[in-house]
């Protein structure tokens, strides 16, 4: 009963249909695998070209806080200490990497922060982020150069 009501077929099919689907079906498989290699090489020229750029604007950025640290006067260790400040360390971590006391790191926060103007961390790390905010590394090279 249920057969009639949705008019399925009995008879099997003709092995020239079934060769066709079977047909189709592979080629349906080799086209999704093309397709599949395309996108994927496509993605990964993407990919390396982001990966490119994100060097150029590292370079950029690192290149833009040396010169604002060569502005500042920062000692070589107080370049350093700024730097850790930048990447969000605390004294204690910045101590433990350097292998000095905390006094001694707290006291080269206090220099940088004096040679800078800037009252504390978040106004360190803000100050670049306003540089960056204000003009393309792209457009600061140029100016350079």
């Not at 092995?15 to 079977?22: G, I, K, S």
Request: with cysteine; aromatic share 8%.
């Amino acid at each position: 009963m249920l057969q009639s009501l949705v008019r399925f077929r009995t008879e099997p099919l003709s092995w020239e249909v079934h060769e066709a689907l079977e047909l189709a079906g592979v080629l349906g498989l080799l086209l999704g695998f093309v397709l599949g290699v395309m996108a994927l090489r496509r993605l990964r020229k993407e990919v390396s070209d982001v990966n490119s750029k994100l060097r150029v604007a590292s370079q950029g950025f690192f290149d833009l806080v040396q010169d604002e640290f060569t502005r500042w006067q920062l000692s070589p260790s107080e370049r350093d200490i700024a730097m850790f400040i930048l990447k969000g360390m605390s004294n204690t971590e910045i101590a433990d990497i350097t292998g000095k006391k905390q006094g001694t790191i707290k006291a080269q926060c206090n220099a940088v922060f004096r040679k800078t103007g800037l009252a504390n961390r978040s106004q360190l790390t803000s100050y670049f982020i306003e540089i960056l905010m204000q003009e393309p590394l792209n457009d600061r090279k140029k100016a350079g150069e």
